[in-house]
């Protein structure tokens, strides 16, 4: 299982930025998905998933309406869009592949190595 994280980097209070994840060695389209970030001394939080078939998706209440998680299975590709970003969204984000999707249950085995976003004037 190897996933691949691109797309981050520095802009400025109220930027945009789209993150992208490559997934190879599995069966992408048969996974849920999901993006956790962490920041400086604290500890990983979950950001968004979604489905294996994209049809569903679950934001955490800070970024819902801001992000947007999607997918291209076609691609083997996850997708992070974030707007509207703040100085607190500063973290690395790192996507994930989901073994139990559920409020409170959470639980992912492989994640990559991240990908730095920094928002900052």
């Known amino acids: 299982v190897q996933l691949v994280e691109s797309g981050g980097g520095l802009v400025q209070p109220g930027g945009s930025l789209r993150l992208s994840c490559a997934a190879s060695?599995?069966?992408?389209?048969?996974?849920?998905m999901s993006w956790y970030r962490q920041a400086p001394g604290k500890e990983r939080e979950l950001v968004a998933a979604?489905?294996?078939?994209?049809?569903?998706?679950h934001y955490v209440d800070s970024m819902k309406g801001r992000f947007t998680i999607s997918r291209d299975n076609a691609k083997n590709t996850l997708y992070l869009q974030m707007n509207s970003l703040k100085p607190e969204d500063t973290a690395m984000y790192f996507c994930?592949?989901?073994?139990?999707w559920g409020e409170g249950q959470w639980q992912y085995d492989y994640g990559g190595q991240g990908t730095q976003v920094t928002v900052s004037s």
């Open positions: 979604i489905t294996y078939t994209g049809g569903s998706t």
């Open positions: 994930t592949r989901l073994t139990i």
């Open positions: 060695g599995f069966t992408f389209s048969t996974y849920a």
